[in-house]
C-alpha cells in the first residue's frame, strides 16, 4: 500500500466534521486502500442517489481515482479506463459545483497540484501540436475546478486566440485579470500554479510578438518581474522584449 498511514488518519479524523452529513470512510479506505474500481463504483452509486447526489465528496473521490489510474499502465490498456486523465479533470469540475463553500477543497492540496501539473503539461503538448480545441478542452476543464488559477485562464484564451474565438478570449482575459487581482502576493502561489502562470505569460507573450504587438507583450511579462526574473527563461524573455525600449 502505497499511501502512509499517516494520511488515512488524518482525513478519517477531519473528513467527518467536514461532511455533507456522511463521512464516506468507505470511500477513503478503498482509496487508500488502492481498490480504485471497487471506489469508482461505490462514489458513483452515492451519485446516483437522491439523498447524496448533491454531496461533494463522491465526485471528489472519482476525480482522485482517475487520476491515479491514469497514471497506470494496467487500467490506462483496458477500454473502460483508456481516457482516465480526462475523467479526473471531468469529475473535478463536477466536484468544484457541489463544493461552492470549500469546504474541502484545502484539504487535498496535492490532489490540485498533480491534476493541475498533468493538465497543464498536457494542454502544452497539445498546443506545440496546434490542435488547440484539444489544448482549450483542457484549460476549460482547469478552470472549471480552480477558476482562482491565473495562468489556467491565460492559457485557455491564448487557445482561444489560436482559434479566432476573440469574444471567449476577451472573457477569459478578464477573469485572468480578475484571479490576478485576488492574489495578495503572487510569490505565495503553490509551485504548480507559479510554473503554469511563468508558461502561460511566455507563450502569450510570444503569440503577441508574433503578432507585431510587442508594447502588450512588455506589459504581460512586467506585470510578474519581480516575481520570475530569477528564472532565466523568463529574464531572457524580459530583457529582449525590453532591449532598446525608451
Not at 474541502?104 to 491534476?115: A, C, G, Q, T
Not at 491565473?150 to 484571479?179: E, F, H, I, K, V
Request: aromatic share 12%; hydrophobic share 40%; charged share 30%.
Amino acid at each position: 500500500m502505497s499511501r502512509t498511514l499517516s494520511f488515512l488518519l488524518s482525513l478519517l479524523l477531519t473528513l467527518p466534521a467536514l461532511s455533507q452529513g456522511r463521512s464516506y470512510d468507505d470511500l477513503l479506505v478503498m482509496y487508500v486502500d488502492e481498490n480504485y474500481e471497487k471506489c469508482i463504483d461505490k462514489a458513483e452509486r452515492y451519485a446516483s442517489k437522491d439523498e447524496t447526489r448533491r454531496d461533494a465528496m463522491p465526485y471528489l473521490y472519482l476525480s482522485m481515482c482517475y487520476h491515479e489510474m491514469s497514471k497506470l499502465e494496467k487500467y490506462t490498456m483496458q477500454k473502460e479506463y483508456k481516457y482516465a486523465a480526462r475523467d479526473a479533470l471531468k469529475f473535478a469540475v463536477k466536484y468544484r459545483k457541489k463544493d461552492k463553500e470549500l469546504a474541502f477543497f484545502k484539504n487535498f492540496e496535492d490532489h490540485w497540484s498533480e491534476l493541475n501539473t498533468v493538465a497543464f503539461e498536457t494542454g502544452y503538448y497539445y498546443m506545440d501540436l496546434k490542435a488547440f480545441s484539444k489544448a482549450k478542452r483542457q484549460y476549460a476543464r482547469m478552470v472549471g475546478y480552480m477558476p482562482e488559477n491565473p495562468g489556467a485562464w491565460q492559457m485557455l484564451a491564448l487557445t482561444q486566440l489560436n482559434m479566432n474565438l476573440q469574444r471567449d478570449a476577451a472573457q477569459s482575459l478578464a477573469q485572468y485579470d480578475t484571479s490576478m487581482a485576488a492574489i495578495p502576493d503572487l510569490s505565495g502561489l503553490p509551485p504548480d500554479q507559479l510554473k503554469l502562470l511563468r508558461g502561460s505569460m511566455v507563450r502569450y507573450a510570444d503569440y503577441l510578438v508574433a503578432k507585431g504587438q510587442t508594447q502588450k507583450a512588455r506589459d504581460v511579462v512586467a506585470r510578474c518581474k519581480d516575481v520570475f526574473m530569477e528564472i532565466p527563461e523568463f529574464k531572457a524573455l524580459y530583457e529582449q522584449l525590453n532591449k532598446g525600449a525608451g
